[in-house]
């Protein structure tokens, strides 16, 4: 026995049978402890009806106004309270409370909510209770086997009083750290001030944090997990529905959906991600991946990148992807690049504007590229497909196809007429089923095409083979560079020395030119044609060859005394009598 003496007080010390037992203070009771401490002022060891126990084991108490209920229980401070074997409970509130003795431990006499005192106003012990349950900090709670409340009112742990029992129906081995904390199920984690975690297996880190569903986590001040199996990070991020990720500033999400980034909106299953992204429907395919993306229904990739349907927030574009700085989709389209579009004009600034009339299963490849009718494809910075112009393409820089069917291939090539093919650099080709191929020549006739650079069709049903051709003449052919035409002339007859001759091919629909005046060229390797009354075949050098021959013969002539040739257009002089020999044979000319 011994004491220690203050100058204004007396705190005795005492051992029991057990030379490991201390006890210090006044009004200690131990209750028959075994290997125990108790120290300071109203110290309670309990009391415990055990079979072959004397009373409980290597508990520690220090203290005024504590309690260690249980086996290897340890207690330091002001009104603190452990419970079960193994619990910690470390700070005080300097408030007074009663307890009541049970046969599984202490508790408050009259808890109320929080365990506020009903005789004293916001008062809260602090408590350990519960097998290996450790409460750090002033006014704070460990309420459940393995709960850790560390932090000034933090809570680890909940359950209910039954008479003078305490109940732990939740918050096994959870975890609050932080002041005004709450982990209040199983397995649960609060993390930072005022965090809150009461789903199973959920976790919540940050200022006012809070996860309030299944296996959720949310990370960040404010925000909030409030659905099963969801992921949220960042400041203000929030989602309602299950298994959804967010990650970001403020966010609010749907069932089984990510949203990641600021502002973001991802709808059920969708993705989310970047400053304000949001996926609109709840389609396994809505992505949205990018500052401000927008994906109703598809794939949206890059910043202000959109796969909606017009600017109604409610419209939606399936099975589209979006890929590039603010490129816009509708359905089933595909946009490549910085602002492609397919299926709605922008403007300058790169906006949504208007909702044009095509766009489905249209492809926009390309910086600025546009598709706006259905089924058609643009490919290259600039390159257009305007509306109406059905499976239209346009490939190249600033290439415009503008027409059903119309193809525009090439730098700043256009092609602006039904079924068109612009294929070159410049050119333009504005007549339905006609044709460019070169630089840059332009066709406005119809069913006309143009190979060579420099051309210039304007008739219908022409062909223009060469350079720097102008043709005017419909369903004419000009072949050769620099060649010219002009309307073919009909020539059905024609008069020799007052004899007319009538011509096969007189009513001529048009002509072959293949020179200019100056500027002429043989036609070789011509054919032998059909020579007779009818035909209308050319004629090569050889057949006029043979014809030549036979003229160059000339005429036989023979008289009485000799015979001679005369040439075509040579004279023959005949003399012979004024009167004609009535008697005269031999068929002599008679004179």
């Given at each position: 026995?011994?004491?220690?003496?203050?100058?204004t007080s007396v705190v005795n010390c005492n051992t029991t049978d057990h030379d490991s037992d201390l006890f210090?203070?006044?009004?200690?009771?131990t209750n028959g402890a075994v290997n125990s401490v108790a120290i300071g002022n109203s110290v309670l060891i309990p009391k415990i009806s055990v079979p072959g126990k004397t009373g409980i084991e290597q508990a520690v108490a220090i203290g005024s106004n504590v309690q260690a209920t249980g086996d290897n229980s340890l207690v330091i401070g002001n009104e603190a309270i452990t419970g079960k074997s193994g619990s910690i409970a470390i700070g005080g509130d300097d408030a007074a409370g009663t307890y009541n003795a049970n046969g599984k431990g202490y508790i408050l006499r009259a808890f109320g909510s929080n365990f506020f005192d009903n005789n004293i106003t916001d008062y809260r012990a602090n408590a350990a209770i519960g097998n290996g349950a450790v409460s750090l900090g002033s006014n704070s709670q460990a309420l459940a086997d393995g709960a850790v409340s560390i932090g000034a009112a933090a809570t680890a742990g909940a359950g209910t009083q039954r008479g003078n029992e305490w109940d732990s129906s939740s918050g096994k081995q959870s975890i609050a750290l932080g002041a005004e904390s709450s982990a209040l199920n199983d397995n649960t984690i609060a993390l930072g001030y005022r965090t809150t975690s009461t789903g199973n297996s959920s976790t919540a880190i940050g200022n006012s944090t809070v996860a309030t569903a299944n296996n959720a986590l949310a990370l960040g001040s404010h925000s909030h997990a409030d659905a099963d199996g969801a992921v949220i990070i960042g400041s203000d991020a929030k989602n309602t529905r299950d298994t959804l990720t967010a990650v970001g500033l403020p966010a609010d999400n749907g069932v089984n959906a990510i949203g990641i980034g600021s502002s973001v909106r991802s709808a059920a299953n969708g993705i989310a991600i970047g400053r304000g992204a949001e996926a609109k429907i709840s389609e396994a395919t809505t992505i949205a991946i990018g500052n401000g993306a927008v994906s109703a229904g598809g794939i949206a990739l890059g910043q202000d990148s959109a796969v909606v349907k017009g600017n109604n927030p409610s419209g939606t574009a399936s099975a589209s992807v979006s890929i590039g700085r603010q490129t816009t989709v509708a359905d089933y389209g595909v946009a490549l690049g910085s602002r492609a579009s397919v299926g709605m004009t922008l403007t300058a600034d790169g906006i949504p504007e208007r909702l044009t009339s095509g766009g489905l299963y249209g492809t926009a490849v390309g910086i600025n590229s546009g598709v706006y009718s259905n089924s058609a494809l643009a490919v290259g910075h600039n390159a257009k497909v305007s509306e109406n112009a059905d499976a239209a393409l346009a490939v190249g820089y600033n290439s415009l196809s503008s027409a059903q069917n119309a193809i525009a291939i090439g730098n700043t090539t256009k092609a602006s007429a039904e079924n068109?093919?612009?294929i070159g650099t410049g050119n333009t080709v504005s007549g339905d089923n006609s044709g460019a191929i070169g630089d840059p020549s332009t066709v406005s006739g119809?069913?006309?095409?143009?190979?060579?650079?420099?051309?210039?069709?304007?008739?219908?049903?022409?062909?223009?083979?060469?350079?720097s051709v102008n043709n005017a003449v419909d369903s004419s052919v000009v072949l050769g560079d620099g060649s010219t035409v002009m309307a073919a002339v009909a020539t059905p007859e024609y008069t020799v020395n007052?004899?007319?001759?009538?011509?096969?091919?007189?009513?001529?629909?048009?002509?072959?030119?293949?020179?200019?005046?100056?500027?002429?060229?043989?036609?070789?390797?011509?054919?032998?044609?059909?020579v007779s009354a009818a035909s209308t075949d050319a004629i090569n050098g050889s057949q006029l060859f043979a014809v030549a021959s036979e003229v160059e013969k000339g005429n036989q002539f023979a008289g009485n005394t000799g015979a001679f040739n005369r040439r075509l257009g040579e004279i023959t002089t005949i003399s012979g009598g004024l009167v004609a020999d009535a008697t005269a044979s031999n068929k002599n000319i008679r004179t």
């Open positions: 026995l011994s004491s220690v003496h203050a100058d210090c203070g006044n009004n200690i009771n068109a093919i612009s119809m069913n006309s095409y143009s190979l060579g650079n420099n051309n210039t069709v304007s008739a219908n049903n022409a062909f223009v083979l060469g350079n007052g004899t007319t001759h009538k011509f096969a091919g007189s009513l001529p629909v048009s002509t072959v030119s293949i020179g200019d005046s100056g500027k002429e060229r043989t036609l070789t390797n011509v054919a032998a044609g059909r």
